[in-house]
């Protein structure tokens, strides 16, 4: 996130479905289009390895290990960050890549007015469909790309087309859980205002940055503690996400091995009889794994 132009003391956090991350962030010294924000303090705490995976007990460790980075981040007295940024990874938000499609007969201006009266208008449809499922919050609603009558544009404002396409990218997240999460954010900074983001967005605007111009396409895959998450990034843009709760855990509660086990096994110092057994129960894990992905 060091990419990030700021012009303030800013606070990111990354909430990961094992660990906690955070950073503090400076504005340049200088100004220009290649000097950056720079990190000056970062800090990350994991969480306790739960052998039944319970959701509260689960929402409890993250919670107490955010408690725990947001104190090390006080422990560096740079002073209280004027703007706070807190990205979700699964399975704290699900998101949605959603088609907008404006037609007609004759052609017409694409105003900015244009452009937020469909976003509003598909964000509406969003939430209708959304809000017999559970109480949520919209985390990211972003024009992820854009069509002129078939054509890819950046800046869509002031043309004329007589289609117009856009690809909207939406979030979701329990308003429940980010209550959970704002309190204690609230309590190490006292500052209310607080932007909860996705993961997968700003992962796939990094990637895509590195993506060589004649094939600018990737599927990105972000295996966490509890999660795995699947993302295509097509023409450099982020088209779809999806994620399944089969990650790293996963593999040592289905194993009964820790990561040092493991490690011992993958350079064969497992004694045989041992080893045989271990790659069965491996190659049953990697099969289901496979399956859901």
């Known amino acids: 996130y060091a990419i990030i132009l700021l012009m303030s003391l800013t606070a990111i956090i990354d909430i990961g479905s094992t660990s906690v991350g955070a950073a503090l962030l400076s504005p340049p010294k200088n100004s220009g289009p290649k000097i950056c924000s720079r990190i000056v303090y970062s800090a990350r705490n994991e969480i306790n390895f739960q052998e039944k995976l319970d959701q509260d007990q689960f929402l409890r460790g993250i919670e107490s290990v955010l408690k725990k980075t947001l104190a090390d981040l006080q422990k560096a007295q740079l002073g209280s960050p004027k703007r706070i940024l807190c990205y979700l990874s699964a399975p704290f938000y699900a998101c949605q890549t959603r ?3 404006y037609r007609q007969r004759q052609p017409f201006l694409v105003s900015r007015r244009l452009l937020e ?3 509003a208008a598909d964000l509406e449809k969003f939430k209708q469909a ?9 985390v990211d609603s972003a024009i992820v790309q854009t069509e002129l009558n078939g054509y890819l544009i950046r800046h869509p404002e002031q043309q ?7 690809i909207h990218y939406l979030s ?4 429940k859980v980010l209550s ?15 932007e909860f983001r996705s993961f997968a967005l700003p992962l ?3 990637v895509g940055s590195f993506l060589p111009l004649q094939h600018p396409h990737a599927l990105v895959l972000d295996i966490g503690g509890e999660t795995t998450e699947v993302s295509l ?6 088209k779809e996400s999806f994620s399944y709760p089969l990650g790293c855990n996963f593999v040592i509660r289905r194993t009964g091995q820790d990561y040092s086990s493991l490690k011992l096994y993958l350079g064969n110092q497992y004694h045989p009889p041992a080893a045989a057994r271990l790659t069965a129960v491996l190659d049953q894990t990697r099969a289901e794994w496979l399956q859901s992905f």
């Open 99 to 101: 088609l907008i499609r």
């Open 117 to 119: 009266k469909l976003i």
């Open 130 to 138: 959304a809000a017999a499922k559970t109480v949520h919050s919209v």
């Open 160 to 166: 004329r087309a007589s289609e117009l396409q856009l």
């Open 172 to 175: 979701i997240s329990s308003s």
């Open 180 to 194: 959970r999460l704002r309190r204690p954010i609230e309590a190490a900074f006292h500052r209310r205002e607080i």
């Open 204 to 206: 796939a605007g990094v």
């Open 233 to 238: 990034i097509w023409q450099g843009l982020l």
